[in-house]
Nanobody
C-alpha cells in the first residue's frame, strides 16, 4: 500500500520560500505512469491544485502560481518536493501530497503551513 507523508515548517515569514517534502513509501515515485501532486486548502476554502510531477519528470503548475512554484523529485529518497517562493499570508493552507496512477489515488494526511510575521 502506497503511503504519503508531508513534512515541512509549520510557520513561514512573508517573502520567504516555503519548502515541503512528501515522503512516499510502499511504491516507487518512478513507477510507470505514476504522477504526484501538491494540493492545498486555504482556511474556509476548497481544494486548490498547486502543481505536480509525472513519472517522466515532466512538471505541471497552476498557472496562477507557476511563477513562484518549483516541483522536483529525489529518486534516491523516493521523495517529492515543493518550493513556493515569495509567500504571502494568502498562501496559508493545509498542503497535501497526492498521487498514484491517477493524481488522487493516494493522499497524505496534510501539513498546516501558516504564513505570518
Amino acid at each position: 500500500q502506497v503511503q504519503l507523508q508531508e513534512s515541512g515548517p509549520g510557520l513561514v515569514k512573508p517573502s520567504q520560500t516555503l519548502s515541503l517534502t512528501c515522503n512516499v513509501s510502499g511504491g516507487l515515485i518512478t513507477t510507470n505512469f505514476y504522477k504526484w501532486a501538491w494540493i492545498r486548502q486555504p482556511p474556509g476554502k476548497g481544494l486548490e491544485w498547486v502543481g505536480g510531477i509525472h513519472y517522466s519528470e515532466t512538471t505541471y503548475s497552476n498557472p496562477s502560481l507557476e511563477s513562484r512554484t518549483s516541483i522536483s523529485r529525489d529518486t534516491s529518497k523516493n521523495q517529492i518536493t515543493l518550493q513556493l517562493r515569495s509567500v504571502t499570508p494568502e498562501d496559508t493552507a493545509v498542503y497535501y501530497c497526492a498521487g498514484g496512477n491517477n493524481w488522487n489515488d493516494y493522499w497524505g494526511q496534510g501539513t498546516q503551513v501558516t504564513v505570518s510575521s
